[in-house]
């Protein structure tokens, strides 16, 4: 069997890692998830592919062993937008129960197994207590090749990207935002490699890719412009808040697993017009800053669709829409799992990387 062809995913979601897997040329081999709906999506689209559960009730010793572990951890304690607990928050301390799997597995192959990990989280890391949180998690991965050492942290902060390189081993991070690598979405995100064999992970993180080139034609419906309106300003007064503007043009805001973004898109039969607060059925409510009324000429403003949102993380069309069972997964559950979910053209990009590292060592 080749090096790094088979995968093991934590926190798998809706199945974000196994399908970036796939499409790099890599086996996935198991998934740790304990959502129901999406382990029922993932079921269907990876049959083989063995499901774990409970993360906290996992061996890394007993489990098959993998090339390749990935996991975005849990982030609602280290997001912006959460209560920025670090890992004293509940959902972030997850991270350890990862790095305790790894250790388990790798001494129970003596050091082979994995050879490789990705763990993905928003940039929010780099900022919870002090810098602190990022500093534990380039800790813990350092000790995993290479137990007792201390990585110093940066007295100006922790940058956007960087690299620690041991004597036979290594770790790269980069933030890579989803907008330039294929899909009309603005969402960044930490990406940390570890290599335990080599020197090669700043190679695979670093190396320039298809994805860039592969950024989003704007403006290419008929020469239209569509504007996408943040959801956590739909609804609101000036008063209450929002995202600066609250919209933006030709790219998605940032999804995630609360907010309902709304479009703005042209509509053929609409004529000239304003429509008001009252005109839009309630579905949406949205005002400019001038008179409380969204001038609309001519577009029509609605929410944005599970299935939109299965385009703007990179999945297929209708990826979350049933699941192992037949049975329809309803849009709040589909809604909740996208917007949790990893930009899958990112992950491709560091996975496919992987292989060509692999292939020229």
Known sequence: MESYATLGSLFDGIGGFPLAAVRSGIRP????EIQAAPVRITKRHFPEMAHLGDITKLDG???????IITFGSPCQDLSVAGR????????????????????EMRIATNGTSPARIVWENVPGAFGTNGGGDFGTVIG??????????????????????GAVLGDCWSLAW?????????VPQRRRRIFLVADFGSRCAGEIL?????GAAAGVKRGSVQSDITYCIVGNTID???KSGGNGLGVIKDVSYTLTSTDRH?????????????FRRGDIGGTLRARDSVDGDLILTPRAVRRLTPLEYERLQGYPDYWTLYGHDGRVISDGQRYKALGNSVAVPCVQFILAGMREVRSEQ
């Open 29 to 32: 081999v198991w998934a740790s």
């Open 61 to 67: 010793g007993e489990i098959e062993p993998v090339d």
């Open 84 to 103: 920025r607990e670090g890992f004293h928050g509940k959902q972030s301390s997850l991270f350890m129960q990862a790095v305790r799997i790894i250790k």
């Open 140 to 161: 813990e991965i350092a000790q995993i090749a290479e137990p007792g050492i201390s990585i110093p942290r940066p007295s100006g902060g922790w940058l956007a990207a």
């Open 174 to 182: 980069r933030v890579l935002d989803a907008q330039y690598w294929g």
């Open 206 to 210: 670093f190396k320039p890719g298809e």
């Open 236 to 238: 609101r007064t000036h």
């Open 262 to 274: 709304a479009v703005a898109v042209p509509y053929v039969g609409y004529g000239f017009g304003v």
